[in-house]
């Protein structure tokens, strides 16, 4: 098990960019999936996007197009892009490795 971190959060506009870091207290070279969640207020956790090992990657759609997954296995860090960024993107954004590790989550606000 291993402690993630995120970073990145905060308040855009409508159409800014933001990045969110997660990094990890340990390794993850060997990891499986990780990916990122999103919960909006009154909603349930969702998938927004996942990387496996490979490099293989998958988005939900309300956000393909627009959001980039990635991971850097040297620096234990994975990242996410987000562009176009619409209100109803509003929500904490949490990091999650399978299979049973999160980061405390970070919120992003997109105003109209």
């Known amino acids: 098990q291993v402690q993630l971190v995120e970073s990145g959060g905060g308040l855009v506009q409508a159409g800014g960019s933001l990045r969110l870091s997660c990094t990890a207290s340990?390794?993850?070279?060997?990891?499986?999936?990780m990916g990122w969640f999103r919960q909006a207020p009154g909603k349930q956790r969702e998938l927004v996007a996942g990387?496996?090992?490979?490099?293989?990657?998958n988005y939900v759609d309300a956000v393909k197009g627009r959001f980039t997954i990635s991971r850097d296995n040297a620096e234990n860090t994975m990242y996410l892009q987000m562009n176009s960024l619409k209100p109803e993107d509003t929500a904490v954004y949490y990091c999650?490795?399978?299979?049973?590790?999160w980061g405390q989550g970070t919120q992003v606000t997109v105003s109209s």
């Open positions: 999650h490795i399978a299979p049973t590790d």
């Open positions: 340990g390794s993850i070279f060997s990891r499986g999936f």
């Open positions: 990387v496996i090992g490979s490099g293989t990657t």
